[in-house]
């Protein structure tokens, strides 16, 4: 990784998920928005009984931005492409509801745990 700190310590590797509105989601009558984010949510649950995803949720509160993250979650498999691939997948993401972006998260060794995880096998 060419972005890799240098620090005296040992440092876990994740891919960060941030979800923020689609391009589409403001246009949708609210029938299939619920729909989608239904489908959204089955999707992500899925991801995480395959042990990608370790933990995701919501994003609420004001932000700066005027398209702030609504969503964030954590995965481990090491390449950002896999996990942005299946996020791409996503109903609600192909539909515009939603978009998403994925990026390298970097952190002390040890200093996350997360005990509802699915261990990917």
Known sequence: MP???QVD???DTFECIVLY???SGRAL???TVQRLQAEH???VQALQRRGIILVSGSVDGPAREPDPPIGFGL???GSVDDVRSVMEADPA???GLYRVDVLTFL???GSLEFPLATTQR
């Open 3 to 5: 972005d890799t700190p």
């Open 9 to 11: 310590f040992a440092l």
């Open 21 to 23: 509105p689609g391009p």
């Open 29 to 31: 009558p609210d029938e």
């Open 41 to 43: 949510l089955q999707h």
């Open 75 to 77: 995965a481990r498999t």
């Open 93 to 95: 993401v192909q539909a």
């Open 107 to 109: 952190c002390p060794s």
